[in-house]
């Protein structure tokens, strides 16, 4: 699997080639499927291409929108990837409120999971998914020394229990399911990020490097986190 380094040469650069990335997926799917399954990573890397999306015309009722993962905290509660999203971008722009798929984390991890899984049943590959990337080489809710679903068997949505970071209760996407995908985006800022991305250079085993779809995997760098 062929993984694509691409180092921004500086903030603005960043946001024009995620915008690029995240306009070329959407024209592809449209032209051949005319709906786009996108998979929405939370944290705080992808909020400004939220914001730039949100200003943005898109023909935003052929939009299904994914969570790659979520928090088990109340509903609205301002800590939760959708209420994020939600709040710089997708209740502002017209969206559907159908094609905004949340996990309904405040169920608990399993009964959340399984109620995902089945809803995600219908549909086939992503589109696109975006992913981020800890400083200890998580992504999504899979983190360093736990399940990460990356067999044939694996479930499609894992319930996570013990997440070394709090919330410790979360549901997530499989590594599995994450790869089942057109194309997969990861978004990687700040100095902080260093150390994982060059791990993953190394070809270390983290939960980021067992996101395998068969195109590949596109990683947007800046400056700041990349290190030669």
Not at 12 to 38: I, K, M, N, S
Not at 158 to 171: H, I, Q, S
């Amino acid at each position: 699997m062929q993984t694509r380094w691409e180092v921004a040469a500086d903030a603005q650069d960043w946001l024009l080639r995620a915008l690029t990335h995240v306009r070329g997926a959407e024209t592809a799917a449209l032209d051949a499927r005319g709906v786009f399954h996108v998979v929405l990573a939370g944290g705080g890397t992808p909020r400004r291409l939220y914001q730039a999306l949100a200003g943005e015309a898109h023909d935003w009722r052929r939009w299904q929108v994914w969570f790659g993962d979520e928090r088990c905290l109340p509903a609205g509660h301002p800590e939760r990837n959708c209420r994020m999203a939600g709040e710089i971008w997708l209740d502002r722009v017209g969206l559907p409120p159908a094609n905004v798929h949340v996990i309904p984390a405040e169920l608990g991890p399993a009964p959340a999971a399984a109620a995902y899984a089945r809803e995600l049943a219908a549909v086939d590959a992503f589109d696109l998914v975006l992913l981020g990337l800890g400083e200890d080489g998580h992504t999504a809710s899979l983190f360093p020394g736990r399940e990460w679903g990356v067999g044939a068997g694996a479930a499609d949505v894992l319930p996570v229990y013990d997440a070394p970071k709090p919330p410790p209760e979360r549901v997530s996407l499989s590594a599995r399911r994450l790869a089942r995908a057109r194309r997969v985006l990861f978004l990687v800022t700040g100095a902080g990020k260093r150390g994982a991305l060059a791990a993953w250079r190394r070809g270390e085993a983290l939960p980021a490097a067992a996101i395998r779809p068969t195109a590949g995997v596109d990683v947007l760098i800046d400056k700041e986190a990349w290190s030669e």
